[in-house]
């Protein structure tokens, strides 16, 4: 049985493919982080009052990891999502993962510089990823 969804099924498809998809790379590379900056034993993740003074004792390499994270999920979330839903659910998928990034900053403070680094390292990752679909696709379908 072949399953056959109309263009906009696989935008959508594509998209949630593609924001999954980024969304475990950027969990994945995190942990990786954590292993060279790993948190205090014990600590509580849903205390905002301890993340904040975590996050100021931080080393700048520790952020440059979750912005390596944060690139690394708009590049594989943009590639997962136009290779099923084509150009828009890429850059759709890659915009929601920015947006993930910026929740984040809500939620717990960073040093003022990481905020315009999340956009432009989602930015270029999203713009990776369309080329590398590009490249796959041979300019047929996608990007």
């Given at each position: 049985m072949?399953?056959?969804?109309?263009?906009?099924?696989?935008?959508?498809?594509?998209?949630?493919?593609?924001?999954?998809v980024?969304?475990?790379?950027?969990?994945?590379?995190?942990?990786?982080?954590?292993?060279?900056?790993?948190?205090?034993?014990?600590?509580d993740?849903n205390?905002?009052?301890?993340?904040?003074?975590?996050?100021?004792?931080?080393?700048?390499?520790?952020?440059?990891?979750?912005?390596?994270?944060y690139g690394?999920?708009?590049?594989?979330?943009?590639?997962?999502?136009?290779?099923?839903?084509?150009?828009?659910?890429?850059?759709?998928?890659?915009?929601?993962?920015?947006?993930?990034g910026?929740?984040?900053?809500?939620?717990?403070?960073?040093?003022?510089?990481?905020?315009?680094?999340?956009?432009?390292?989602?930015?270029?990752?999203?713009?990776?990823?369309?080329?590398?679909?590009?490249?796959?696709?041979?300019?047929?379908?996608?990007?």
């Amino acid at each position: 049985m072949k399953l056959s969804l109309n263009p906009n099924g696989k935008a959508i498809l594509g998209t949630v493919a593609g924001v999954i998809v980024g969304g475990i790379m950027v969990g994945f590379s995190e942990k990786i982080g954590h292993s060279f900056f790993p948190p205090p034993e014990g600590l509580d993740f849903n205390d905002p009052v301890v993340l904040k003074k975590l996050i100021a004792t931080l080393p700048v390499g520790a952020f440059l990891f979750v912005l390596l994270a944060y690139g690394l999920g708009a590049i594989a979330g943009s590639i997962t999502g136009g290779l099923i839903g084509g150009r828009n659910a890429a850059v759709i998928a890659g915009a929601i993962l920015c947006l993930f990034g910026f929740m984040n900053l809500l939620m717990i403070p960073h040093p003022i510089w990481f905020g315009p680094c999340v956009l432009v390292v989602n930015g270029l990752g999203t713009i990776l990823g369309l080329q590398v679909n590009k490249a796959i696709r041979g300019n047929k379908g996608c990007c």
